[in-house]
């Protein structure tokens, strides 16, 4: 049974640049959430995708961007990228209403140059 | 809001002792849960336990148990007998008020040696 995958797993970017991260769920997931982990911090929420729709959102600005596809898989968009965003961005995937028991992948290292 | 602090920026071991990584947590919730991660430096993050707040016994999970004082707001991380695989990050969460995410502290650097 795949856990939860994610793709790439290194990307440098230049600033002002758009990148697109992607996540595979694990097996009989149907909720992705994202999070946005800097150097020497812990994860910090992004948004969650359920049913192909952005549930919930974090306290991040307009620019981070998702879609859940109907195989339940998702992308994370990053537009005008900044060198702030550079950090690891982490999948996790879950049941419908338990994002907070969810399986993480082992993550996108981003580094914007 | 619901916050998580863990203040041991490092923690260094020997094989085989055991050691406690502290985490305190604020939560205007009644009902919740508390997690522990581990995050080796391949980056994935990797579920360890789990207590919820009316569990009336300490989890525990082979090597790991959890410390939980709700009085004190405390829910610190046993790993007894360490390994050297056990070095890595350590992370504590707790879900956010709509439960449908975790917001994590700091976390704790742990290092273990032969």
């Known amino acids: 049974d795949a856990g939860v995958t994610q793709s790439p797993t290194h990307l440098i970017k230049t600033r002002g640049q758009q990148v697109t991260l992607r996540c595979s769920p694990k097996?009989?997931?149907?909720?992705v959430s994202w999070y946005q982990q800097a150097l020497g911090q812990g994860p910090q929420f992004i948004f969650q995708?359920?049913?192909?729709?952005?549930?919930q959102r974090g306290n991040f600005p307009d620019r981070f961007s998702g879609h859940q596809f109907p195989n339940y898989s998702s992308e994370l968009n990053v537009n005008a990228l900044l060198l702030g965003d550079s950090a690891l961005y982490l999948c996790?995937?879950?049941?419908?209403?338990?994002?907070?028991?969810?399986?993480f992948g082992q993550g996108t290292r981003l580094t914007v140059v | 809001a619901q916050k998580i602090t863990q203040t041991q920026p490092g923690m260094f071991v020997q094989e085989k002792e055991a050691v406690t990584l502290d985490c305190t947590y604020d939560?205007?919730?009644?009902?919740?849960?508390l997690f522990w991660y581990k995050q080796p430096s391949s980056g994935e993050m990797i579920f360890l336990i789990y207590q919820g707040s009316y569990d009336e016994q300490n989890a525990t999970e082979g090597r790991y148990s959890l410390n939980f004082q709700k009085a004190r707001k405390s829910a610190n991380l046993v790993i007894s007998a360490s390994q050297l695989g056990d070095s890595a990050m350590y992370f504590c969460?707790?879900?956010?008020?709509?439960?449908?995410?975790?917001?994590f502290g700091k976390g704790t650097t742990l290092s273990v040696s032969s």
């Open positions: 969460a707790i879900p956010n008020q709509a439960g449908t995410a975790l917001i």
């Open positions: 939560t205007s919730d009644q009902s919740y849960g």
């Open positions: 995708y359920y049913e192909e729709e952005e549930r």
């Open positions: 996790a995937s879950s049941f419908p209403g338990q994002g907070a028991e969810a399986f």
């Open positions: 097996s009989g997931h149907d909720t």
